[in-house]
Nanobody, 124 residues
Framework: QLQASGGGLVQAGGSLRLSCTAS????????MAWFRQAPGKEREFVVA????????YFADSVKGRFTISRDNAKNTMYLQMNNLKPEDTAVYYC???????????????????WGQGTLVTVSS
């Protein structure tokens, strides 16, 4: 139901845009999020976006460098990643859930729907 794409190899300081496409319009009521997981590390919160209200919450590590946008007609959320750093290297996953409260949005265990992941590699 969620399809993530857009990963790749980029040099430090470069940019990438990830896409997360939902298969149906019901996600208009959902929280949608990006998490990432580097080798040997736990899945880490990146950003959460409330599709109906537009509220957005970023992890401190990406604030000021990453932005969110959406295309309603395509049921797609985009993660624009600028000024990438080697420590941003990870598999990025998009996630969605319909029943979260704000205090829960940073926890991967709270999301019921997941995309397959897309690899972002940032070389130094």
């Amino acid at each position: 139901q969620l399809q993530a794409s857009g990963g790749g190899l980029v040099q430090a300081g470069g940019s990438l845009r990830l896409s997360c496409t939902a298969s149906e319009r019901t996600y208009s009521r959902f929280w949608m999020a990006w998490f990432r997981q580097a080798p040997g590390k736990e899945r880490e919160f990146v950003v959460a976006y409330n599709w109906s209200g537009g509220s957005t919450y970023f992890a401190d590590s990406v604030k000021g460098r990453f932005t969110i946008s959406r295309d309603n007609a395509k049921n797609t959320m985009y993660l624009q990643m600028n000024n990438l750093k080697p420590e941003d290297t990870a598999v990025y996953y998009c996630a969605a859930d319909s029943s979260l409260i704000v205090s829960s949005i940073r926890y991967a265990s709270q999301y019921d729907y997941w995309g397959q992941g897309t690899l972002v590699t940032v070389s130094s």
